[in-house]
Nanobody
Framework: VQLQAFGGGLVQAGGSLRLSCAAAGRTFSDYAMGWFRQRPGKEREFVAGITWSGGSTNYADSVKGRFTISRDNAKNTLYLQMNSLKPEDTAVYYC????????????????WGQGTLVTVSS
């Protein structure tokens, strides 16, 4: 499956942004999906995951209550709604997919999109 993330940009602290990840090449609902990010000078980290049907989600503690992951299997698209953004959310955000495993912290992912940069100014 090919993944393409978009929707990043510059936003002020406290603001909101929605990222999207378009999938192509395979049946989207066959894949568990998730978002990761890489902050400046840091390793890539898990942000959020969602199961194949979208019935279950999981989040990193740092974004819980502020970010919402969702998917539209009819549109082959994954979303990440980010609210109450903080400067420490500044990162390159990546979408990822797994055919047979959920996307969770510490879980290897088989497919990756290119990143989209989110910059949160203070």
């Amino acid at each position: 499956v090919q993944l393409q993330a978009f929707g990043g940009g510059l936003v002020q602290a406290g603001g909101s942004l929605r990222l999207s990840c378009a999938a192509a090449g395979r049946t989207f609902s066959d894949y568990a999906m998730g978002w990761f990010r890489q902050r400046p000078g840091k390793e890539r980290e898990f942000v959020a995951g969602i199961t194949w049907s979208g019935g279950s989600t999981n989040y990193a503690d740092s974004v819980k209550g502020r970010f919402t992951i969702s998917r539209d299997n009819a549109k082959n698209t994954l979303y990440l709604q980010m609210n109450s953004l903080k400067p420490e959310d500044t990162a390159v955000y990546y979408c990822a997919a797994n055919r047979y495993r959920e996307v969770r912290a510490g879980q290897r992912c088989d497919y990756w999109g290119q990143g989209t940069l989110v910059t949160v100014s203070s």
